[in-house]
């Protein structure tokens, strides 16, 4: 049992970095992650509003891990152009976009007062 786990940790670890190293949105992600924790240590944002910018961090990190891997699998069913396989890579880059939209705007909330703070 454990041996299956063991796999499957390898298996996702595998994948992770198959991502990392091939789509540049996913190191943008990092980067602008690196960004956001450094300005937070730097603005000494609360702890809860810590907890919210590691929250979006997480799920970012994961809806960019599932469009890609949605991605790929259409690429490996056909990748010639097909309305049907477009309407899905659109669709589950869409969900990225939402998210990314919301969470510029809980940043924005975040630290544009922090930011305010420092200059008065």
Known sequence: ?????????????????????????YRVHLFLSAIALIGGAL????????????????????????????????????????????IAKDASAGAMLIFALGALILAVIIYIPKIINLFS
């Open 1 to 25: 049992m454990l041996r299956k786990h063991h796999i499957s940790v390898k298996n996702a670890i595998r994948g992770l970095t198959t991502a990392l190293n091939n789509q540049p949105n």
């Open 43 to 86: 603005l000494r944002i609360s702890y809860s509003e810590f907890l919210v910018i590691i929250t979006l961090i997480f799920v970012g990190l994961t809806i960019e891990t599932i469009n890609t891997a949605i991605e790929n699998t259409n690429d490996a069913i056909d990748m010639k152009w097909r309305e049907d396989i477009k």
